[in-house]
């Protein structure tokens, strides 16, 4: 068999952690796809995948071997399209990650445009409330919020955020309204992991940075539901701008200490960086920056 191909197929088998889900990706047959594999293997003299009943999983010589045909196929794609012109149609499969909340109301809409202006492309969407490394995980494109490590993607700004204070009119009228980061130590405090880790929130004040360690009555991991839980009056939560802005709006919650909030935080679109960005990846960022950036409450 062709040599790119068989790379081709183990890339998506390896990806997908499974010879079914390979096989859905590539439009072949399951028993196609074990043998692409198979000869790979036999070719090279190496295990690539470890296979159990339930789960794939690259060997340490298959993670090495990833890593290489990743890059591999990426650099012929792009010649490729080199032959072809600028004006290349986008096509193919797109990888693409984002924060769980920020995925549904931004990321989403935006790759639902994409896919009906590119008919020949596909999009896989993994929404985590994490640092997703795309190298590890296969992806090509990420939308991060906060500052960016050092690393080799390629970044390109197209927001900001801000980490804000907030409860229901309804509890501020029961309990009475916070004038300074001390008084919470003396608030029912809803903290969600996701934005919040720690049980630390930090605060500026004077230009110098004030901690305050909050003793919460209730801790969720899911942004939303301690949204809701402050909507209903329970406690005071710290969330992200952008998350709150339909409660805001309709005077659900109410903003507290603004005074007080940290730096704004970045949004970057991030992407894994080559000799030149292919005609989908080209095309999906300039989709993507277009819409966040039209956000009024990204800005």
């Not at 000869?39 to 339930?54: D, F, H, M, Q, S």
């Not at 916070?178 to 992991?193: F, V």
């Amino acid at each position: 068999m062709d040599r790119l191909h068989l790379m081709t197929v183990f890339v998506a088998v390896a990806e997908s952690e499974s010879f079914a889900g390979g096989a859905r990706r590539l439009g072949m047959s399951p028993p196609a796809v074990t043998r692409a594999v198979a000869a790979l293997e036999e070719r090279l003299g190496v295990k690539l995948l470890n296979r159990t009943t339930r789960h794939v999983r690259v060997t340490e010589a298959g993670q090495r071997y990833l890593e290489d045909a990743r890059r591999i196929i990426a650099e012929v794609d792009e010649a490729d399209e080199a032959a072809v012109g600028i004006n290349a149609e986008p096509r193919g499969h797109l990888a693409v990650t984002a924060p769980v909340l920020f995925g549904k109301l931004f990321v989403m809409p935006a790759v639902v445009d994409y896919l009906q202006r590119y008919p020949q492309m596909e999009v896989s969407a993994l929404f985590l409330d994490r640092v997703v490394n795309l190298l590890e995980e296969g992806l090509d494109v990420g939308i991060r919020i906060g500052e960016l490590a050092d690393s080799t993607m390629k970044a390109l700004r197209v927001g900001y955020v801000r980490r804000v204070v907030c409860a229901s009119p309804e509890y501020l009228d029961k309990l009475g309204l916070p004038l300074a980061p001390e008084d919470l130590l003396g608030h029912q405090i809803i903290a969600a992991s996701g934005v919040s880790p720690t049980i630390e929130w930090k605060f500026q004040r004077d230009g110098e940075t004030v901690g305050v360690r909050v003793r919460p009555r209730l801790v969720i991991t899911s942004n939303d539901a301690a949204l809701e839980a402050a909507v209903r009056g329970f406690g005071i939560t710290r969330l992200l701008s952008y998350q709150v802005a339909q409660q805001l709006a309709n005077q659900q919650l109410k903003i507290i200490l603004s005074e007080f909030e940290p730096p704004r935080l970045p949004i970057h679109i991030v992407h894994r960086e080559g000799r030149r960005p292919s005609a989908k990846m080209r095309a999906f960022i300039d989709l993507m920056a277009a819409h966040l950036r039209s956000s009024a409450d990204l800005n």
